[in-house]
């Protein structure tokens, strides 16, 4: 089995990378993030690319379809929700345009035109599983408190570009299953400044990739343009 990551250096990403490295179902991983973070070899090939720049993503895709390697897990990993442009907004008197295209690019435009960009390669593998790290925050329907603006508005659209997705591939001759999973609250450089008052312990990034590799290896196409829970239970969109 050969597996794709992007966002590979993140918190979740790379405690993904670290198992997949160990279990010995998987031949070969392609691990994509802005700047590779580790040395490549015989079965860790890592890419750069930057999902602010449709460039950069056209250039991966092609660099991955040159390698040749079918691919039967593909995980988006990656994701923004605070930088230069500032954090989450409180109320809508923090709503910044420029905030909110750059959580746009990054978590909703870049993950499905890298996806859309790998579409003739990940048609050839059968049993593609694509699970995307959306948000709980994203679902509209959950939404009871508001605020949060540019992560909220950018999850939502990323899982309604996730279901567009698994509309369309679930046409191809090969069907594959492509997903939207809210990771739940993890220890990670995205989470950190706002998990200071959780009474409650907070997940390590080791024991959410355990169950998202189980939650992965589990789904079936029929479960495909769906948003899960890491227990396999389903959130409302
Ligand atoms: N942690 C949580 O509690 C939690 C809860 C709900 C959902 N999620 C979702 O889970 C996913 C993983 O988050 P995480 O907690 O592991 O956060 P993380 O450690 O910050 O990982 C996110 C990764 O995305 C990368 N990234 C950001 N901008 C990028 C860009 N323009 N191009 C390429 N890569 C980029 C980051 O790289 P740099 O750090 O180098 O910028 C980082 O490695 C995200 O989609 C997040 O929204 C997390």
Redesign the pocket.
């Known amino acids: 089995m050969n597996v794709l990551i992007?966002?590979a250096?993140?918190?979740?990403?790379a405690a993904l990378l670290k198992r997949y490295l160990e279990s010995p179902a998987v031949e070969q991983i392609i691990a994509?993030?802005?700047?590779p973070k580790g040395s490549s070899d015989s079965n860790l090939r890592w890419l750069d690319?930057?999902?602010?720049d449709e460039r950069s993503i056209i250039r991966c895709a092609e660099t991955v379809a040159a390698m040749g390697v079918p691919i039967h897990r593909w995980v988006?990993?990656?994701?923004?929700?605070q930088g230069p442009l500032g954090g989450p907004e409180k109320s809508m008197r923090n709503i910044r345009g420029a905030k909110l295209h750059d959580d746009f690019?990054?978590?909703t435009i870049?993950p499905v035109l890298l996806f859309s960009a790998m579409a003739s390669q990940l048609k050839v593998a059968p049993g593609l599983k694509a699970a995307f790290?959306?948000?709980?925050?994203g679902s509209i329907e959950d939404n009871q408190l508001g605020g949060w603006f540019g992560?909220r508005m950018s999850?939502a659209a990323l899982n309604m570009g996730i279901r567009c997705l698994a509309i369309e591939a679930g046409r191809w001759r090969n069907e594959p299953t492509i997903v939207a999973i809210?990771?739940?609250?993890?220890?990670?450089?995205?989470?950190k400044d706002f998990?200071k008052q959780r009474k409650l312990p907070l997940q390590s990034?080791e024991h959410c990739a355990e169950k998202l590799d189980y939650l992965i290896e589990g789904l079936a196409v029929k479960g495909t343009g769906k948003f899960y829970r890491l227990d396999g239970s389903l959130l409302p969109w």
């Not at 250096?9 to 990403?13: D, K, P, R």
């Not at 690319?49 to 602010?52: A, E, F, K, Q, Y």
């Not at 988006?76 to 929700?81: D, E, K, R, V």
């Open positions: 992007v966002g250096a993140g918190a979740i990403g994509i993030h802005h700047q690319c930057d999902l602010r988006c990993a990656s994701g923004y929700l690019a990054v978590n870049g790290l959306s948000a709980q925050v992560y999850k809210h990771p739940g609250t993890t220890v990670s450089n995205l989470s998990v990034a």
